[in-house]
């Protein structure tokens, strides 16, 4: 059971990291926010666009990358 909560943390952690990475990038609000659905939709996280825009926004805003964009 240790395992699997290494295992977890550890890939929790490096989705953090895939994030951080992505939205600190020098590029437009709205193509951080672009990459941002891109990379949930490969994670097979079911949202509807507008579901997916409005969480990519929430991120980018909370993080203070192009929300105005």
């Keep these: 059971m240790k395992g699997i909560n290494y295992l977890a943390a550890f890939i929790g952690g490096a989705a953090v990291g ?6 600190f990038a020098p590029e437009k609000g709205s193509d951080t926010r672009a990459k941002i659905i891109e990379a949930i939709k490969k994670r097979g996280i079911k949202l509807s666009h507008k579901e997916m825009e409005d969480l990519a926004s929430d991120i980018a805003e909370d993080l203070g990358i192009g929300a105005n964009e």
Excluded at 18 to 23: K, Q, R, S, T, W
């Design 18 to 23: 895939v994030a951080c990475g992505i939205l």
